[in-house]
C-alpha cells in the first residue's frame, strides 16, 4: 500500500516537468523531481513515518531488517542523506527525496501558486507560465511512498503525484531566476542597429 506524503515549502532540484526522460535509455520514460528536505525538520519526520509505515506493511515481522538496509543502500532508499552528494547545489544540511512518475501513470500536477496548472496535456507550457518551476526554487511537492519487492530488488521508493510553486529561490547551477520585468519593451520595426 502507498502511503500520501505532502513535502511542504521545499527546495527542489533535478526537475524533469515538461518532457518526460527516457530511464537510462530502456525506453520507460519518466517524469522526476527531488525535494531536499532539512535535518530535523518536520518534513523530515513526516518522510521516516510514511517509509516505515509502507516497511511494516510490505514486511511485517521482518520490516525492521529490511528497512535498515534500505536506508543504508542509497540505490535502495528514495531519500538519501545529502552527504552522500557534497558536490550538489543545495544538497549540504538536508536529506534529498527523489520521486517518480512514469508516463503509464499519467502527467504529474504541476500548479503555480495560485492552483493554476504549467503545463498542458502535450507538455508543452501555458502561455506566460515558462520559468515558474526551475531548480532551486520552493516547492509543495506531493508523493506515494510504497514498498517494492520485486525482481529488481526490496527498496522504498516515491511516486510524484504532483509539485505546486511556493517562491523563488536562487536557481541551482548559480544565478537567480529570470523575470520578464528584468526586460524592457521593444518597438515594433526596431532593426538590431537600434538595439546595441
Known amino acids: 500500500m502507498a502511503h500520501k506524503l505532502m513535502l511542504s ?14 530511464y ?21 519526520d513526516a518522510a521516516y513515518d510514511a517509509m516505515q509505515a509502507a516497511a511494516k506493511e510490505k514486511w511485517e515481522k521482518k520490516w525492521q531488517a529490511i528497512y535498515d538496509n534500505a536506508l543504508a543502500d542509497p540505490k535502495a532508499c528514495c531519500m538519501i542523506d545529502g552527504r552522500r ?10 536529506f534529498a527525496l527523489t520521486a517518480h512518475r512514469y508516463t503509464e501513470k499519467g502527467r504529474p500536477l504541476v500548479l503555480d ?3 493554476s496548472p504549467i503545463y498542458k496535456p502535450d507538455n508543452s507550457v501555458y502561455e506566460g507560465k515558462a520559468g515558474r518551476v526551475y531548480s532551486g526554487m520552493f516547492v509543495n511537492m506531493q508523493v506515494e511512498i510504497w514498498a517494492q519487492d520485486n525482481k529488481n530488488g526490496k527498496g522504498l521508493r516515491a511516486t510524484l503525484l504532483g509539485i505546486q510553486r511556493v517562491k523563488d529561490g536562487d536557481a541551482f547551477g548559480g544565478g537567480v531566476a529570470p523575470k520578464a520585468d528584468d526586460f524592457g519593451e521593444i518597438s515594433d520595426g526596431a532593426d538590431s542597429d537600434d538595439l546595441s
Open 85 to 94: 552528494k557534497p558536490d550538489y547545489d543545495g544538497f549540504a544540511n538536508h
Open 24 to 44: 537510462q535509455g530502456n525506453k520507460q520514460f519518466r517524469w522526476s523531481a527531488t525535494a531536499l528536505i532539512p535535518y530535523d525538520s518536520a518534513p523530515r
Open 113 to 115: 501558486s495560485d492552483k
Open 9 to 22: 515549502n521545499v527546495r527542489c532540484a533535478f526537475l524533469v516537468l515538461g518532457e518526460p526522460e527516457d
